[in-house]
């Protein structure tokens, strides 16, 4: 035992050593060639409750109450001429367990619409055939960490999941004419809705969390090559993320924002859109914000239309269930699938932010029209308040209210982290927080 002890001592010394050594070079290196490398972070943890859960209130410890904490590493070289070389490293981390990866406050627990062969249109009056479809749909699901959608239901987790570098990896050159990044990156899209939420995405407010499952936004993509360009008060981005399948085309990503910034106001317009696994097109983002400023005060306001009638990966499931005695059932089940997981809907958001000294004030409105047959509107009203004790620690507080339709049934959680579902259909539910963040 205490041989095990002081081995393991001993080598988280030694990789603590390794690691001082290896900063220690980077600092020679930046002193000799003119070139810069930063380590930074965020920390951000708070308690959370949420109520409307099937397991009642549920109040407990989170990382990323208003952003996701991470670490990283960014550095650039300047290459003259206009010219610099650039790249980020960011990894996540939550600061609850120490993991790179969450899933939702309310666990496995789906949407009461998708959990049964019944909800999901499958019925037949064959017994055979209805207790077939009764076995497959849990069998699509899975389980969470094991396999099936359910292991795709969080943060970082799932096929692709547990990456080191989740949140950003890429480098690029700066150009007298824009520049050039290659790498995972923040999609267009994505880029344009952070900036007109007046919550930034920040906290449970933000208009992207009623709206979490399914994905409406593609965050970030991988294998992503872009340009960007900032000139006077004009700002834009055009990515291409090739697939990694047969076929650059299938699961590729095209995206593209262009915005106008002035003292005043600034205006701009984000668009994303998808390949499914077949090639074909899938989930389609398209943004449109604009904002005020009057002098400590901001509003802004967005509107984003979501549209996906061939979503990813729903396309596997009859060939996973022809392997299995439930081969009989295989097409239905996936053509059931496809159905629960379109999208069609518009989300709306408008907010309010006031700065004062070291007081911050935000309330904002959001609301999700769905134009499925499933429409399951919801909305979400609330406000934040965010004390500065300096430049890089602040307190914390959000009060936010999801009110469900009759057909929908999200809970809310963190910039972090999901809320998950109520415990059915038609349960509202009220977020509380408290937390402090500190970038370093």
Same mark, same amino acid.
Not at 1 to 16: E, F, I, N, P, V
């Given at each position: 035992?205490?041989?095990?002890? @002081?081995?393991?001592?001993? +080598?988280?010394?030694?990789?603590?050593v390794a690691?001082?050594?290896?900063?220690?070079?980077?600092?020679?290196?930046?002193?000799? @060639?003119?070139?810069?490398?930063?380590?930074y972070? &965020?920390a951000?943890?708070?308690? @959370?409750?949420?109520?409307?859960?099937?397991?009642?209130?549920?109040?407990q410890?989170?990382?990323?109450?208003?952003?996701?904490?991470?670490?990283?590493?960014?550095g650039?070289?300047?290459?003259?001429g206009?010219?610099?070389? !650039?790249?980020?490293?960011?990894?996540?981390?939550?600061?609850d367990?120490g993991?790179?990866?969450?899933?939702?406050?309310s666990?496995?627990?789906?949407?009461?619409?998708?959990?049964?062969?019944?909800?999901l249109?499958?019925?037949?009056?064959?017994?055979?055939?209805?207790?077939?479809?009764n076995?497959a749909?849990?069998?699509?699901?899975?389980?969470a960490?094991?396999?099936?959608?359910l292991?795709?239901?969080?943060?970082?987790?799932? +096929?692709?999941?547990?990456?080191?570098?989740?949140?950003?990896?890429?480098?690029?050159?700066?150009?007298?004419?824009?520049?050039?990044?290659?790498?995972?990156?923040y999609t267009?899209?994505y880029?344009?809705?952070?900036?007109?939420?007046?919550?930034?995405?920040q906290?449970?407010l933000?208009?992207?969390? !009623?709206v979490?499952?399914? +994905?409406?936004?593609e965050?970030?993509?991988?294998?992503a090559?872009?340009?960007?360009?900032?000139?006077?008060?004009?700002?834009?981005?055009?990515?291409?993320?090739?697939?990694?399948?047969d076929?650059?085309s299938?699961?590729? &990503?095209?995206?593209?924002?262009a915005?106008?910034?002035t003292?005043?106001?600034s205006v701009?317009?984000?668009?994303?859109?998808?390949?499914n696994?077949?090639?074909?097109k899938?989930?389609t983002?398209?943004?449109?914000?604009?904002?005020?400023?009057?002098?400590?005060?901001k509003?802004? @306001?967005?509107?984003?239309?979501?549209?996906?009638?061939?979503?990813?990966?729903?396309?596997? !499931?009859?060939?996973?269930?022809?392997?299995?005695?439930?081969?009989?059932v295989?097409?239905?089940?996936?053509?059931?699938?496809?159905?629960?997981?379109?999208?069609?809907?518009?989300?709306?958001?408008?907010?309010?932010?006031?700065?004062?000294?070291?007081?911050?004030?935000?309330v904002?409105?959001?609301?999700?029209d769905?134009?499925r047959?499933?429409n399951?509107d919801?909305?979400?009203?609330?406000a934040?308040?965010?004390?500065?004790?300096?430049?890089r620690?602040?307190?914390?507080?959000?009060?936010v209210?999801?009110?469900?339709?009759?057909?929908?049934?999200?809970?809310?959680?963190?910039?972090?982290?999901?809320?998950?579902?109520?415990e059915?259909?038609?349960?509202?539910?009220?977020?509380?927080?408290?937390?402090?963040r500190?970038?370093?």
């Open positions: 035992m205490y041989k095990q002890s @002081t081995s393991k001592t001993m +080598a988280l010394g030694l990789r603590h690691l001082a050594s290896a900063l220690c070079c980077a600092g020679l290196a930046q002193a000799q @060639t003119g070139s810069s490398v930063t380590l972070g &965020l951000d943890v708070g308690v @959370t409750s949420v109520s409307g859960l099937k397991t009642g209130t549920v109040t410890v989170a990382s990323g109450i208003m952003e996701g904490s991470r670490w990283g590493m960014k650039t070289e300047d290459l003259g206009g010219y610099k070389a !650039i790249f980020t490293l960011e990894s996540r981390v939550e600061l367990t993991a790179n990866n969450n899933r939702p406050i666990g496995n627990q789906v949407y009461d619409r998708m959990t049964t062969a019944t909800a249109g499958l019925t037949s009056v064959n017994p055979a055939i209805q207790g077939a479809y076995l749909v849990p069998a699509v699901f899975g389980a960490g094991v396999s099936g959608l292991n795709e239901y969080g943060v970082n987790v799932g +096929a692709s999941g547990n990456r080191a570098f989740d949140r950003q990896a890429w480098v690029g050159l700066i150009t007298p004419v824009g520049a050039v990044l290659a790498g995972r990156q267009p899209g880029e344009t809705f952070s900036t007109f939420d007046i919550m930034e995405t906290s449970a933000s208009a992207g969390q !009623i979490q499952f399914p +994905a409406v936004f965050i970030r993509a991988s294998n090559l872009a340009y960007r360009i900032v000139k006077n008060d004009f700002s834009g981005a055009l990515m291409y993320a090739l697939g990694e399948k076929s650059a299938k699961e590729r &990503l095209l995206g593209i924002n915005a106008y910034k003292d005043k106001f701009g317009i984000g668009y994303n859109t998808k390949n696994e077949l090639g074909d899938a989930l983002t398209t943004v449109l914000g604009a904002s005020m400023n009057m002098g400590s005060s509003i802004s @306001t967005l509107v984003a239309t979501i549209k996906d009638d061939h979503p990813t990966g729903m396309y596997s !499931i009859a060939d996973k269930l022809a392997l299995t005695p439930l081969a009989g295989a097409v239905p089940v996936q053509n059931a699938f496809v159905e629960a997981f379109k999208q069609d809907g518009t989300l709306f958001h408008i907010g309010y932010r006031n700065v004062t000294g070291p007081h911050t004030i935000s904002a409105y959001n609301q999700f769905d134009k047959p499933a399951a919801l909305k979400s009203y609330g934040a308040y965010t004390y500065a004790l300096s430049k620690t602040d307190l914390n507080a959000v009060l209210r999801f009110d469900n339709s009759d057909k929908a049934q999200v809970a809310p959680g963190g910039n972090g982290y999901l809320g998950g579902v109520t059915k259909a038609g349960t509202d539910s009220t977020g509380l927080a408290f937390g402090i500190h970038r370093f």
